[in-house]
Protein backbone atom coordinates (compact mmCIF):
# COMPACT_ATOMS: atom_id res chain seq x y z
CA UNK A 1 0.00 0.00 0.00
CA UNK A 2 2.27 2.77 -1.13
CA UNK A 3 0.52 5.98 -0.92
CA UNK A 4 1.87 9.72 -2.86
CA UNK A 5 -0.07 11.67 -0.04
CA UNK A 6 2.19 12.97 2.75
CA UNK A 7 1.08 13.98 6.31
CA UNK A 8 0.84 18.04 5.51
CA UNK A 9 -0.89 20.25 8.37
CA UNK A 10 0.74 22.71 11.06
CA UNK A 11 -2.15 22.99 13.68
CA UNK A 12 -1.87 21.56 17.24
CA UNK A 13 -4.59 19.34 16.85
CA UNK A 14 -3.38 17.45 13.83
CA UNK A 15 0.41 17.25 15.16
CA UNK A 16 -0.57 16.20 18.32
CA UNK A 17 -2.05 13.01 16.41
CA UNK A 18 0.73 12.57 13.86
CA UNK A 19 3.12 12.56 17.12
CA UNK A 20 0.66 9.99 19.00
CA UNK A 21 0.78 7.58 15.90
CA UNK A 22 4.87 8.07 15.82
CA UNK A 23 5.04 6.70 19.43
CA UNK A 24 2.91 4.05 19.08
CA UNK A 25 4.68 3.01 15.77
CA UNK A 26 7.93 1.16 17.55
CA UNK A 27 5.26 -1.13 19.77
CA UNK A 28 3.93 -4.43 18.29
CA UNK A 29 0.52 -3.58 19.21
CA UNK A 30 -2.64 -3.37 17.71
CA UNK A 31 -3.80 0.54 17.39
CA UNK A 32 -6.99 1.79 16.39
CA UNK A 33 -7.76 4.80 14.26
CA UNK A 34 -10.79 6.68 15.09
CA UNK A 35 -11.40 9.71 12.54
CA UNK A 36 -14.44 11.66 10.19
CA UNK A 37 -14.07 9.81 6.14
CA UNK A 38 -11.60 12.11 4.72
CA UNK A 39 -9.08 12.43 7.70
CA UNK A 40 -6.52 10.39 6.29
CA UNK A 41 -7.11 7.10 8.56
CA UNK A 42 -5.07 5.07 5.82
CA UNK A 43 -2.08 7.51 6.25
CA UNK A 44 -1.89 7.02 9.97
CA UNK A 45 -2.01 3.35 9.23
CA UNK A 46 0.97 3.50 6.68
CA UNK A 47 2.89 5.51 9.16
CA UNK A 48 1.97 3.07 12.14
CA UNK A 49 3.77 0.62 9.20
CA UNK A 50 6.62 2.06 8.23
CA UNK A 51 7.96 3.58 11.52
CA UNK A 52 7.77 -0.32 13.13
CA UNK A 53 9.99 -2.51 13.45
CA UNK A 54 8.29 -4.54 10.64
CA UNK A 55 8.81 -2.02 7.53
CA UNK A 56 10.08 -4.36 5.40
CA UNK A 57 7.28 -6.31 5.75
CA UNK A 58 3.93 -6.48 3.93
CA UNK A 59 1.75 -3.92 4.50
CA UNK A 60 -2.13 -5.32 4.06
CA UNK A 61 -5.26 -4.12 3.76
CA UNK A 62 -8.89 -5.02 3.67
CA UNK A 63 -12.04 -2.44 3.51
CA UNK A 64 -14.18 -4.87 5.52
CA UNK A 65 -17.22 -2.73 4.18
CA UNK A 66 -16.23 -3.45 0.43
CA UNK A 67 -17.51 -7.58 0.96
CA UNK A 68 -20.52 -9.09 1.76
CA UNK A 69 -20.95 -10.77 5.07
CA UNK A 70 -20.69 -14.45 3.28
CA UNK A 71 -17.19 -13.37 1.66
CA UNK A 72 -15.61 -11.65 4.46
CA UNK A 73 -14.41 -14.39 6.56
CA UNK A 74 -12.78 -16.56 3.88
CA UNK A 75 -11.25 -13.24 2.88
CA UNK A 76 -9.88 -12.60 6.11
CA UNK A 77 -9.00 -16.11 7.11
CA UNK A 78 -8.74 -18.06 3.88
CA UNK A 79 -10.40 -21.14 2.53
CA UNK A 80 -9.60 -24.65 1.53
CA UNK A 81 -10.38 -25.79 -2.36
CA UNK A 82 -14.48 -27.14 -2.06
CA UNK A 83 -15.27 -25.05 1.42
CA UNK A 84 -18.04 -24.08 -0.07
CA UNK A 85 -19.43 -23.41 -4.16
CA UNK A 86 -16.80 -21.70 -5.80
CA UNK A 87 -13.92 -22.69 -3.96
CA UNK A 88 -12.29 -24.46 -6.63
CA UNK A 89 -8.35 -24.19 -5.03
CA UNK A 90 -7.06 -23.29 -1.97
CA UNK A 91 -6.41 -19.74 -0.93
CA UNK A 92 -4.72 -17.84 1.60
CA UNK A 93 -6.01 -14.57 3.53
CA UNK A 94 -4.86 -11.55 4.21
CA UNK A 95 -3.83 -12.55 7.95
CA UNK A 96 -1.30 -15.50 6.16
CA UNK A 97 -0.59 -12.69 3.35
CA UNK A 98 0.12 -10.06 6.33
CA UNK A 99 2.66 -12.80 7.91
CA UNK A 100 5.45 -10.88 9.30
CA UNK A 101 4.46 -7.36 9.05
CA UNK A 102 1.08 -5.40 9.22
CA UNK A 103 -2.93 -6.02 8.93
CA UNK A 104 -4.54 -2.85 7.93
CA UNK A 105 -8.96 -3.51 8.63
CA UNK A 106 -10.38 -0.23 7.49
CA UNK A 107 -13.96 0.25 8.16
CA UNK A 108 -14.22 -2.57 11.19
CA UNK A 109 -17.39 -1.52 12.87
CA UNK A 110 -19.13 -3.22 9.76
CA UNK A 111 -17.41 -6.52 10.35
CA UNK A 112 -20.41 -9.51 11.61
CA UNK A 113 -20.28 -11.31 14.75
CA UNK A 114 -19.40 -14.08 13.45
CA UNK A 115 -16.27 -12.04 11.96
CA UNK A 116 -15.74 -10.40 15.39
CA UNK A 117 -15.15 -13.67 17.03
CA UNK A 118 -12.85 -15.51 14.73
CA UNK A 119 -10.91 -12.18 14.44
CA UNK A 120 -10.51 -11.85 18.19
CA UNK A 121 -9.14 -15.91 18.12
CA UNK A 122 -6.54 -14.98 15.82
CA UNK A 123 -5.51 -11.71 17.49
CA UNK A 124 -5.27 -13.29 21.23
CA UNK A 125 -3.35 -16.36 20.28
CA UNK A 126 -1.59 -15.66 16.94
CA UNK A 127 -3.04 -17.85 14.59
CA UNK A 128 -5.96 -18.49 12.15
CA UNK A 129 -7.89 -21.40 10.45
CA UNK A 130 -8.60 -21.22 6.69
CA UNK A 131 -12.67 -22.10 6.13
CA UNK A 132 -12.78 -26.00 5.34
CA UNK A 133 -9.45 -26.77 7.36
CA UNK A 134 -9.21 -28.69 10.00
CA UNK A 135 -5.59 -27.26 11.39
CA UNK A 136 -5.24 -23.44 12.48
CA UNK A 137 -2.19 -21.44 10.99
CA UNK A 138 0.07 -19.88 12.57
CA UNK A 139 0.59 -16.03 11.80
CA UNK A 140 2.55 -13.46 12.73
CA UNK A 141 0.72 -10.05 12.53
CA UNK A 142 0.11 -6.64 13.59
CA UNK A 143 -3.40 -5.33 13.71
CA UNK A 144 -4.22 -2.00 12.75
CA UNK A 145 -7.91 -1.03 12.47
CA UNK A 146 -10.17 2.08 11.55
CA UNK A 147 -13.53 3.59 11.59
CA UNK A 148 -15.95 6.36 11.60
CA UNK A 149 -17.69 4.80 14.08
CA UNK A 150 -17.78 4.96 18.27
CA UNK A 151 -16.66 1.66 19.31
CA UNK A 152 -17.91 1.73 22.35
CA UNK A 153 -21.16 3.02 21.85
CA UNK A 154 -21.75 -0.09 19.53
CA UNK A 155 -20.65 -2.36 22.33
CA UNK A 156 -23.55 -1.22 24.38
CA UNK A 157 -25.59 -1.96 21.44
CA UNK A 158 -24.82 -5.19 21.00
CA UNK A 159 -23.52 -4.31 17.58
CA UNK A 160 -19.82 -4.96 18.87
CA UNK A 161 -17.61 -7.88 20.94
CA UNK A 162 -16.38 -5.81 24.20
CA UNK A 163 -13.26 -8.20 24.19
CA UNK A 164 -12.59 -7.57 20.70
CA UNK A 165 -12.62 -4.01 21.55
CA UNK A 166 -10.69 -4.61 25.09
CA UNK A 167 -7.69 -6.19 22.72
CA UNK A 168 -7.14 -3.99 20.04
CA UNK A 169 -7.91 -0.57 21.83
CA UNK A 170 -3.90 -0.68 23.51
CA UNK A 171 -3.92 2.52 21.40
CA UNK A 172 -6.38 4.80 20.31
CA UNK A 173 -5.54 7.53 17.50
CA UNK A 174 -8.41 9.94 16.65
CA UNK A 175 -8.15 12.30 14.01
CA UNK A 176 -9.17 15.43 14.21
CA UNK A 177 -11.74 16.63 11.43
CA UNK A 178 -10.46 19.45 9.22
CA UNK A 179 -12.49 22.00 10.30
CA UNK A 180 -10.90 22.02 13.73
CA UNK A 181 -7.52 22.64 11.98
CA UNK A 182 -7.19 26.17 12.38
CA UNK A 183 -4.70 26.98 9.73
CA UNK A 184 -4.30 24.05 7.81
CA UNK A 185 -6.78 24.63 5.36
CA UNK A 186 -4.44 27.35 3.55
CA UNK A 187 -1.57 25.00 3.80
CA UNK A 188 -3.21 22.22 2.20
CA UNK A 189 -5.41 24.22 -0.30
CA UNK A 190 -1.70 25.90 -1.24
CA UNK A 191 -0.22 22.52 -1.85
CA UNK A 192 -3.08 20.65 -3.72
CA UNK A 193 -3.04 24.02 -5.97
CA UNK A 194 0.71 23.75 -6.75
CA UNK A 195 0.26 20.55 -7.51
CA UNK A 196 -2.33 21.08 -9.86
CA UNK A 197 -0.87 24.01 -11.19
CA UNK A 198 2.34 21.78 -12.02
CA UNK A 199 0.66 18.98 -13.72
CA UNK A 200 -1.17 21.37 -15.99
CA UNK A 201 1.99 23.06 -17.22
CA UNK A 202 1.43 26.48 -15.44
CA UNK A 203 4.64 28.59 -15.77
CA UNK A 204 3.58 29.62 -12.28
CA UNK A 205 1.75 29.26 -9.12
CA UNK A 206 -1.15 32.77 -9.12
CA UNK A 207 -2.45 31.31 -5.90
CA UNK A 208 -6.06 32.26 -4.52
CA UNK A 209 -7.60 35.63 -4.69
CA UNK A 210 -8.38 36.47 -0.82
CA UNK A 211 -11.90 36.37 -1.61
CA UNK A 212 -11.80 32.70 -2.84
CA UNK A 213 -9.25 31.82 0.12
CA UNK A 214 -11.66 33.32 2.58
CA UNK A 215 -14.23 31.00 0.72
CA UNK A 216 -12.34 27.81 1.04
CA UNK A 217 -11.73 29.10 5.07
CA UNK A 218 -15.41 29.27 5.70
CA UNK A 219 -16.90 26.14 4.27
CA UNK A 220 -17.47 23.08 6.94
CA UNK A 221 -15.61 20.42 4.96
CA UNK A 222 -17.78 17.12 5.73
CA UNK A 223 -15.66 15.26 3.84
CA UNK A 224 -12.63 16.41 5.01
CA UNK A 225 -8.79 16.66 3.15
CA UNK A 226 -10.66 14.47 0.19
CA UNK A 227 -12.84 16.68 -0.06
CA UNK A 228 -10.44 19.78 0.17
CA UNK A 229 -8.34 18.57 -2.49
CA UNK A 230 -11.23 17.74 -4.81
CA UNK A 231 -12.47 20.99 -4.52
CA UNK A 232 -8.98 22.27 -4.87
CA UNK A 233 -7.91 20.22 -7.88
CA UNK A 234 -10.93 21.35 -9.72
CA UNK A 235 -10.78 24.90 -9.42
CA UNK A 236 -7.40 24.74 -10.64
CA UNK A 237 -7.98 22.79 -13.75
CA UNK A 238 -11.55 25.04 -14.57
CA UNK A 239 -9.42 28.31 -14.18
CA UNK A 240 -8.92 29.87 -17.49
CA UNK A 241 -5.73 32.33 -16.68
CA UNK A 242 -2.83 31.25 -15.24
CA UNK A 243 -1.85 34.60 -14.31
CA UNK A 244 -4.60 35.84 -12.31
CA UNK A 245 -5.18 34.27 -9.23
CA UNK A 246 -7.79 31.74 -8.90
CA UNK A 247 -11.48 33.52 -7.55
CA UNK A 248 -13.97 31.08 -8.67
CA UNK A 249 -14.66 27.67 -6.01
CA UNK A 250 -17.39 25.16 -6.48
CA UNK A 251 -17.93 22.84 -3.72
CA UNK A 252 -20.82 20.93 -5.51
CA UNK A 253 -19.71 19.40 -8.67
CA UNK A 254 -22.76 18.40 -9.44
CA UNK A 255 -24.67 22.24 -9.18
CA UNK A 256 -25.77 22.56 -12.63
CA UNK A 257 -29.37 24.12 -13.79
CA UNK A 258 -29.84 21.42 -15.86
CA UNK A 259 -29.05 18.24 -13.20
CA UNK A 260 -31.97 15.80 -12.82
CA UNK A 261 -35.01 16.21 -10.76
CA UNK A 262 -34.59 14.63 -7.15
CA UNK A 263 -35.72 11.29 -7.58
CA UNK A 264 -37.94 11.39 -4.16
CA UNK A 265 -39.67 14.96 -4.05
CA UNK A 266 -40.27 16.61 -0.43
CA UNK A 267 -43.63 15.75 0.77
CA UNK A 268 -46.88 17.88 0.40
CA UNK A 269 -48.12 19.65 3.03
CA UNK A 270 -51.56 18.07 4.01
CA UNK A 271 -54.74 19.08 3.58
CA UNK A 272 -55.68 19.92 6.98
CA UNK A 273 -51.84 21.99 7.42
CA UNK A 274 -53.30 25.77 8.02
CA UNK A 275 -51.45 28.51 5.56
CA UNK A 276 -50.20 31.13 7.43
CA UNK A 277 -51.32 34.83 6.31
CA UNK A 278 -48.45 37.04 5.03
CA UNK A 279 -48.89 39.19 8.21
CA UNK A 280 -48.05 36.43 10.11
CA UNK A 281 -45.88 34.62 8.97
CA UNK A 282 -42.83 34.58 10.83
CA UNK A 283 -39.78 36.92 9.38
CA UNK A 284 -37.29 33.44 9.53
CA UNK A 285 -34.92 35.39 6.92
CA UNK A 286 -34.92 38.20 5.21
CA UNK A 287 -36.87 38.70 2.00
CA UNK A 288 -35.88 40.61 -0.88
CA UNK A 289 -38.34 42.99 -2.23
CA UNK A 290 -37.09 45.10 -5.67
CA UNK A 291 -40.10 46.85 -7.92
CA UNK A 292 -42.21 45.03 -9.96
CA UNK A 293 -40.81 44.93 -14.18
CA UNK A 294 -42.91 46.34 -16.59
CA UNK A 295 -45.18 44.35 -18.37
CA UNK A 296 -43.49 45.04 -21.65
CA UNK A 297 -40.27 45.47 -22.65
CA UNK A 298 -37.81 45.84 -26.19
CA UNK A 299 -34.82 43.39 -25.26
CA UNK A 300 -36.05 40.68 -22.84
CA UNK A 301 -32.76 39.61 -22.08
CA UNK A 302 -31.70 43.17 -20.94
CA UNK A 303 -35.01 43.48 -18.66
CA UNK A 304 -34.43 40.02 -16.84
CA UNK A 305 -30.91 41.24 -16.09
CA UNK A 306 -31.90 44.42 -14.82
CA UNK A 307 -34.53 42.86 -12.27
CA UNK A 308 -32.21 40.22 -11.27
CA UNK A 309 -29.48 42.86 -10.12
CA UNK A 310 -31.97 45.19 -8.93
CA UNK A 311 -33.03 41.95 -6.44
CA UNK A 312 -29.37 41.55 -5.74
CA UNK A 313 -28.81 44.88 -4.46
CA UNK A 314 -32.02 45.30 -2.50
CA UNK A 315 -31.21 41.89 -0.87
CA UNK A 316 -27.75 43.14 0.04
CA UNK A 317 -28.64 45.98 1.64
CA UNK A 318 -31.74 44.21 3.47
CA UNK A 319 -28.84 41.65 5.10
CA UNK A 320 -26.45 44.44 5.53
CA UNK A 321 -24.33 43.40 2.97
CA UNK A 322 -23.23 39.71 4.31
CA UNK A 323 -23.22 37.38 1.46
CA UNK A 324 -24.03 34.25 3.49
CA UNK A 325 -27.00 35.98 4.96
CA UNK A 326 -28.49 37.27 1.73
CA UNK A 327 -27.66 34.06 0.04
CA UNK A 328 -30.10 32.15 2.60
CA UNK A 329 -32.71 35.54 1.81
CA UNK A 330 -32.38 34.58 -1.30
CA UNK A 331 -32.49 30.84 -1.06
CA UNK A 332 -29.36 30.22 -3.06
CA UNK A 333 -26.58 28.60 -2.32
CA UNK A 334 -23.06 30.76 -1.16
CA UNK A 335 -21.56 29.67 -4.76
CA UNK A 336 -24.65 30.00 -6.57
CA UNK A 337 -25.42 33.90 -4.94
CA UNK A 338 -21.31 34.64 -5.79
CA UNK A 339 -21.75 33.90 -9.29
CA UNK A 340 -24.35 35.70 -9.54
CA UNK A 341 -23.13 38.98 -7.50
CA UNK A 342 -19.68 38.76 -10.16
CA UNK A 343 -21.80 38.74 -13.34
CA UNK A 344 -23.48 41.65 -11.98
CA UNK A 345 -20.37 43.50 -10.58
CA UNK A 346 -21.69 43.69 -6.97
CA UNK A 347 -18.83 41.21 -5.61
CA UNK A 348 -17.31 43.31 -3.62
CA UNK A 349 -19.95 46.00 -2.83
CA UNK A 350 -20.14 47.23 0.75
CA UNK A 351 -22.52 49.44 2.36
Same mark, same amino acid.
Given at each position: ?48 ? /? ?6 ? %? ?5 ? *????? @? =? +? &? ?120 ? /? ?6 ? %? ?5 ? *????? @? =? +? &? ?133
Amino acid at each position: MEREAQFIGQSLAFLDSVERASRAASLNRPVLVIGERGTGKELVAERLH /RLSQRWDG %PLVTLNC *AALPE @T =L +I &EAELFGHEAGAFTGATKARAGRFEEAHGGTLFLDELATLSMGAQERLLRAVEYGEVTRIGASRPVRVDVRIVAATNEHLPDLVERGRFRADLLDRLSFEVITLPPLRVREGDVQVLADHFGR /RMASELGW %PHWPGFS *AGASI @T =L +I &EHPWPGNVRELRNVVERAVYRWDDPERPIDDIQFDPFESPWRPATASPPPAATSSAVTASPEKASPAAPQASAPAPTSSCDDFRTAVLTYEKMLLEDALRRCRFNQRATALALKLSYDQLRHALRRHDLLDRQA
